[in-house]
């Protein structure tokens, strides 16, 4: 690792082997170090409107307590309560216990777009308990689709959702029984 001679300012500290995941706040430190010297020339410009202490994106929910599980059937259209608090109460993702107001927070906070229930998924948990947002149980991927699209202001169709079929070559998430007679003839 250090300042390449033909490029100021450039470090190579890729293809460390087994110790760079131990070792990377080190060497971290170090490129930081050589960048803020005379001879790699940064100068740090504090962002005055960095904030290191967001909010939480996951509430802490004393089991049950106050809470009201809503499922949504397939052809209903999400309503938002215009009480804030309705959607603290509101479950969605009832694995997770994750409410209305996680979802339509983590799609309102500044920062990376959150436009896809995957986005969603990664930000609140909604959708990784135990069902896996099974349409039979819960059905919250279809819950937090219908979210985005009511927040941006689009049809439930043009919102990106679980990857399938474009990773597999079954048809859809769930098997169904000629699925599964498919997926044997494959082994014989």
């Given amino acids: 690792t250090g300042a390449a001679d033909k490029a100021l300012r450039f470090f190579h500290v890729a293809g460390i082997d087994s110790p760079g995941l131990a070792g990377s706040p080190a060497i971290a430190e170090y490129v930081v170090q050589q960048l803020l010297s005379k001879q790699g020339g940064l100068a740090l410009v504090a962002n005055k409107q960095f904030n290191p ?19 949504l059937p397939e052809r209903e259209q ?44 990664r930000r609140t948990r909604a959708g990784m308990g135990g069902c896996q947002a099974q349409p039979s149980n819960c059905n919250c991927e279809l819950y937090v689709a219908k979210l985005i699209a009511l927040e941006k202001k689009r049809n439930v169709d043009q919102v990106g959702r679980r990857p399938w079929p474009a990773t597999s070559i079954l048809k859809q998430r769930w098997l169904s029984d000629d699925d599964k007679q498919y997926l044997k003839n494959l082994v014989k």
């Fill in 53 to 71: 202490f967001r909010r939480p994106l996951i509430f802490p929910k004393n089991g049950w307590k106050g809470l009201k599980l809503k499922q």
């Fill in 78 to 121: 999400v309503q938002l309560s215009a009480n804030e608090q309705d959607w603290k109460k509101t479950v969605v993702c009832k694995c997770e216990k994750v409410t209305e107001y996680e979802i339509v927070d983590a799609m309102r906070r500044n920062g990376a777009s959150v436009d896809t229930t995957q986005a969603i998924r």
